[in-house]
């Protein structure tokens, strides 16, 4: 059975700091993409940031670039998300996603892209 599991979400003061992590279990995730996506109440689903299959490449949005940083562990089937200077606006759940990755360099920020989703972890940034 294929899952993924997020987890190291939290309550945090502005200007802290997370580190998420997504655990693959039922496949390989050395082979897949991954990326971090994000949903506040009442907004839509926004792309995070993303890292291909080799770790080659990534991406972010512009609202985290400087204060996030996506890496993987293929050995341990895992992909972690580093969050810094955390702002209020970071409130939300954030949802790891998989989508198969060919080339090694599939790094896309769009949800319809991605395959397997985990169930999220709630994020709160507040003093």
């Known amino acids: 059975q294929l899952q993924f599991v997020e987890s190291g979400g939290g309550l945090v003061q502005p200007g802290g700091s997370l580190r998420l992590s997504c655990a693959a279990s039922?496949?390989?995730?050395?082979?897949?993409?991954v990326g971090w996506f994000r949903q506040a109440p009442g907004k839509e689903r926004e792309g995070v940031s993303c890292i291909s299959s080799s770790g080659g490449r990534t991406k972010y949005a512009d609202s985290v670039t400087g204060r996030f940083t996506i890496s993987r562990d293929n050995t341990k089937n895992t992909v972690h998300l580093q969050m810094n200077s955390l702002k209020p606006e970071d409130t939300a759940v954030y949802y790891c996603?998989?989508?198969?990755?060919?080339?090694?360099?599939?790094?896309?920020?769009?949800?319809?892209?991605?395959?397997?989703w985990g169930q999220g972890t709630q994020v709160t940034i507040s003093s």
């Open positions: 039922g496949f390989t995730l050395e082979y897949y993409a």
């Open positions: 996603a998989a989508a198969a990755d060919y080339s090694g360099s599939y790094c896309p920020l769009d949800s319809d892209e991605y395959d397997y």
